[in-house]
């Protein structure tokens, strides 16, 4: 079923959610397929119509987040997950795009569980399965803390370095690589200095890293990309993030094999470099930046 679902998303262009997994419930024979048709008998998702071959694509926190509901709860009962299981898990979880899906096509969501309870043979007043976080906030596509959760101490030193960006010091492209690299390796620093749990820790890099991009972008709109930026293309399928397929370059044919990599060790350590040099030029525009004792001292 997950694979049928990853295929669905993949004819979409789109990651694969949870209602990409109820559409392929609903394409399943006998009792289950039956309860996921629509309010006239017809199918539930007549877009969704069978190519042949198999297509992978994206998972999603969501839809790794109810197979892993739906097999521990196959496990517990000493069963194989099947398409009932996951549809149980699909229901608890109460994905929102899920629940509006079901309620445009005049589905009841506790008839639907009923129904995939009973072909399991399960009691009808089964507890809703527990959903794990299987991700860190601010990881894969599962939203960060919200700013008001984030642990204020670490929060209020990354504030105190987004007033103090170098943005002066932003001439050419490459400036902003470094500047962006830099605020990215403060950011978890600091969270490791205020010893905090992982939904924090890349909570705080997300936060901290939307709010440079703003800044910085406001002040360079001419050099700076943003994280966003590259999400949004990525999403309409910009030409520009496309891999480029070229053929052997006069380097890779002519040079022994072991030497093929040799270029690329070069760029990487010279991009080291130059994140060094301008970490090293930015020194003075952090100096006094406060940590957890000064800020234990002001309270």
Not at 102 to 107: E, G, I, K, N, R
Not at 166 to 183: G, M, Q, T, V
Not at 224 to 241: C, E
């Amino acid at each position: 079923m997950v694979r049928r679902a990853f295929t669905i998303a993949s004819d979409r262009g789109e990651a694969c959610v949870p209602v990409d997994v109820l559409a392929a419930l609903a394409e399943v024979e006998g009792p289950i397929g039956e309860a996921l048709k629509g309010a006239d008998g017809g199918p539930l998702f007549p877009e969704a119509v069978a190519k042949p071959g198999m297509r992978g694509g994206r998972n999603t926190y969501r839809t790794a987040q109810a197979s892993l509901a739906a097999a521990e709860f196959a496990s517990g009962r000493g069963e194989e997950p099947g398409p009932a299981h996951l549809l149980v898990a699909i229901l608890d979880q109460g994905d929102p795009e899920v629940v509006r899906k079901l309620a445009d096509s005049h589905l009841n969501a506790g008839d639907l569980r009923a129904t995939a309870l009973s072909v399991l043979g399960a009691p009808l007043d089964e507890p809703a399965l527990p959903m794990h976080h299987i991700t860190p906030a601010g990881t894969m596509d599962r939203p960060p803390l919200d700013i008001s959760e984030l642990d204020s101490g670490a929060w209020s030193v990354l504030c105190w370095r987004q007033d103090r960006l170098p943005l002066h010091r932003l001439k050419r492209r490459r400036h902003w690589y470094a500047l962006s690299s830099l605020e990215n390796r403060a950011a978890l620093r600091v969270a490791d200095r205020f010893r905090v749990d992982e939904d924090q820790r890349y909570s705080l890099l997300r936060h901290h890293s939307d709010r440079v991009d703003a800044l910085a972008y406001a002040a360079h709109p001419d050099l700076v990309v943003t994280m966003q930026q590259l999400r949004d293309a990525h999403r309409s399928g910009s030409p520009n993030l496309r891999p480029i397929v070229r053929s052997r370059s006069a380097w890779e044919r002519v040079v022994p094999g072991f030497m093929i990599g040799w270029p690329t060790w070069f760029a990487n350590r010279r991009v080291g470099i130059r994140n060094k040099w301008f970490r090293l030029n930015t020194l003075l525009d952090y100096r006094g930046q406060p940590g957890p004792s000064a800020l234990t001292r002001d309270d």
